[in-house]
C-alpha cells in the first residue's frame, strides 16, 4: 500500500470524474462518445495502479488487458454507425452531409477562399428568401439548454 | 480497499447513471453505459472481487454496447419520451423516500468484509476451507460456480441460450412471412446479403466510396 | 448495417490484427478459470468479440467464412448438451446430477476429477455464451440461415 | 528503483492532467481529439514504464504489463480515429477564426474563379446550412 500510488489513484479518479463534464456539456453526441471513450482510457490506468496497490498485480493486469482489448469494439461500432450509407443519405434520412453544405468561417486559403465566397453567396440569397433550413441531426433542442454558451467562439 | 478512491467512484457511478438517463441521443446513452460498467467494475476491482469484476469489464463494457447498437439500428435512435411535469413531481418525494429509506435500512448491515457476518456463517466457512482439498482448485468462486453450485449455472447458462433462441424467433424472418417489411431488405435467401446496400466489392477493388461526392461537392 | 468491410483502412488492419489475439485471451480465460479471475462467461464474452470484431471491420466475404453464420446457434447447441452430459455421466456411476467426484477411472483421484469436471463445464459455459452472442449478432444484423 | 518509478510516475501523470484539462477547455470536437488522444496515450505509456520499476512487480505480470502497454498504445488511437472520421463524416464542423479583412481580400481574388465554378450545391438551394453561423 504506497502512499503515491495511492495518491495516483484518487487524482485519476478525480480526472475520470472532471473528464465526465464534457460528457454533459458536449454541444455534440460525438463530444459526448470521444469524452467517453477517453475517460475509459483513465479507468485502465485505475484498474493496473490498483492491482499494484494492492499488491497483486498479476489478477488485475489480466482484468486491464480484458478491457484494453474489448474496449477497442465500441468505438468502432459507434463509428460504424455514424458512416453514411453509400447511396448518399445519411442515417436521419437527409442528404448525406459531404454532399450538404458546410457552412464554415473562411479559410482564405486557395479552393477553400472559393467555398467561403459560395458561402457568403448563399447566406445573402437565404437572407432574402428566407428559406427554411432542415435541422441539423446533431442539434438537440434539449441540449442546447445545458451547453457552454458558444465554446469561445470570438 | 481504498476509501477515498471508493467515494470518487460511486460519485462517478451516479453521475454515469443520471447522464445516461438524462441524454436523449440514445447512442452517447450506450457509451455511457459501457462506461457505467467499466467504473462498476473498477468498484468491484476495489473490493478484490476480481472475478465479478472481469466478467463486468467483458460484458458489460464490450460485448452489450454492440448489441445495444444493434438494436437501435433496428428501431430508432432518439428517445421521444416526453415530459410530464405532473408525473415529474410526484415522483421525485417517492424516490427521495426511498432512497432515504434504503440508506436508513443499510445502518443495519454488517460491515463489508466483517466474518461474523450473518452471510459468512453456514455452508460459506466450509466451502472456503475445503475448496482446495476437494477440487485441487485455488480459485473458491470457480469451485462454487462450477462444482458446488453447478446446477445454478446450469440454469444461467440455459438462461442465455434461451434469450438466443428467443431472438431468432423474433426477428428472423423468412420469405413471405408478413408484407409491412419496414427494414427495406429483400427476403430473398442468399441475395439478401447484396440487396442490402453494402459495396464490399467496391471496398475490396480500393475505390474509394466517397470519391464522387467529395468531387461533386469540390468541382 | 454494420457489417461488412470499415471504410477507413486503419480500422481494418488494427481489426484483423487484434481479433486473433482477443480470440487467445478468451481461450486463456476460459482454460485458467481455476487459477485466476476468469471462467466461461467472460472466457466466452471473448470469444464472441474475437467473432464479432471481423464481422464489423473486414469484408464481409472473408469474416463469415472466418466464423460462420451457422456457426453461433451449434456452438450453443454444443456448449449445453457438453454441460448436460456432464452432468449425466456421473449418473451412471451412481452418484448424484453433476457430482463428477463420483466418477470412477483408475488412477484418478476424486478431487482430481472434480478438477477436471470444472474444466468441462467451464469449456461448455464458454461455448455456450459464445454461440448465444453470435447469434444474437447476427439476427440483429439481419444475418441468419433459413 | 521506487525514486525512478515515482519520477516516471509523476510525469506521466503530469500528461494525463494536461490531457483532461484539454478536454475541457479546448474549443471544438477535432482540437479536443487531437489533443487528448495523444497525451493521454504518452500518459499512459508513461505510467505503465514507471510501474516496471515499483518493487511490487513480480515475474508473470511483467509479460502483462507489456501486453496491456502494447494493446492500449495499439487500440486507443485506433478507438478515436474511428470515432473522429466517423464526426467528420458526419458534417462536425471544425472550429476556424475568421479574420473578415483576409477573407475578404482573398474572396475578391477568387471572384473570377469563382464565376467558372458550377456548383451544383448552391445552385439546387435545397435549404439553409446545417448550423447557425455565429456572424
Known sequence: MSPYLITVLVIVGVLIAVGLYRVWAGPTVFDRLIAVALVSVNGVIVLVVLGFVLERPVLFLDIALGYALLAFLLPIALGRYFEERDDGTSRDGLPSPSSRPRPTGVVPHGLLAERGRREAERRRARADTDAPSYPHPEDDPDDEEHSPEDEGQP | ???????????????????????????????????????????????????????????????????????????????????????????????????????????????????????????????????????????????????????????????????????????????????DDTRGSDPGGDTSGEARGTTDDEQESGRDPYADEREGGRR | MMTGAYPSVVVRVVGALLSPFILLFGLYIVAHGHYGPGGGFAGGGFLAVAAILPRVTLPES????????????????????????????????????????????????????????ILVVEIGVGLAVFGAMVTIFDVLMDRSET | MTLIADIIIGIGMFFIVVSTLALLIMPDLYTRAHAVAKSETLGLLLVFLGLFFRP?????????????????????????????RASSRSGALPWTVIDQEIADAELGTAQERYDAVDDPVVSEATGGPSEEDPR
Open chain 4, 56 to 84: 511490487e512487480l513480480d515475474g508473470p505480470s511483467v509479460g502483462r504489463l507489456v501486453a496491456v502497454l502494447v494493446f492500449s498504445l495499439v487500440a486507443n488511437p485506433t478507438a478515436v480515429h474511428a470515432l473522429v
Open chain 3, 62 to 117: 472473408l469474416a463469415y467464412k472466418l466464423v460462420p453464420v451457422h456457426f453461433g446457434p451449434l456452438m450453443g447447441g454444443v456448449g449445453m448438451l457438453l454441460f448436460l452430459l456432464c452432468g449425466l455421466v456421473p449418473m451412471f456411476f451412481g452418484g448424484m446430477f453433476l457430482d463428477y467426484g463420483a466418477v470412477e477411472i483408475a488412477g484418478i483421484a476424486a478431487s482430481r476429477m472434480r478438477y477436471l469436471g
Open chain 2, 1 to 179: 480497499m481504498i476509501v477515498p478512491l471508493d467515494i470518487i467512484i460511486f460519485l462517478v457511478l451516479i453521475i454515469a447513471a443520471v447522464l445516461a438517463i438524462n441524454v436523449k441521443d440514445l447512442l452517447a446513452a450506450v457509451a455511457l453505459l459501457a462506461g457505467y460498467s467499466l467504473f462498476a467494475s473498477l468498484l468491484f476491482a476495489g473490493v478484490n472481487a476480481v472475478d465479478v469484476s472481469l466478467v463486468e469489464a467483458a460484458l458489460g463494457a464490450g460485448l452489450t454496447g454492440v448489441l445495444f447498437i444493434g438494436a437501435i439500428l433496428a428501431t430508432s435512435r432518439h428517445s421521444t419520451a416526453k415530459r410530464n411535469l405532473r408525473r415529474r413531481w410526484t415522483m421525485l418525494p417517492l424516490i427521495a423516500a426511498f432512497i432515504g429509506l434504503m440508506l436508513f435500512a443499510s445502518t443495519g448491515l454488517p460491515d463489508r468484509g466483517d466474518p461474523e457476518a450473518p452471510a459468512h456463517q453456514g455452508v460459506s466457512r466450509t466451502y472456503l476451507s475445503q475448496s482446495l482439498e476437494d477440487t485441487e482448485t485455488p480459485n473458491v468462486v470457480t469451485s462454487l460456480l462450477a462444482d458446488y453450485r453447478s446446477q445454478d449455472t446450469l440454469g444461467e447458462t440455459l438462461v442465455i441460450v434461451t434469450a438466443a433462441l428467443a431472438a431468432m424467433l423474433v426477428l428472423v424472418r423468412r420469405e413471405g412471412d408478413d408484407e
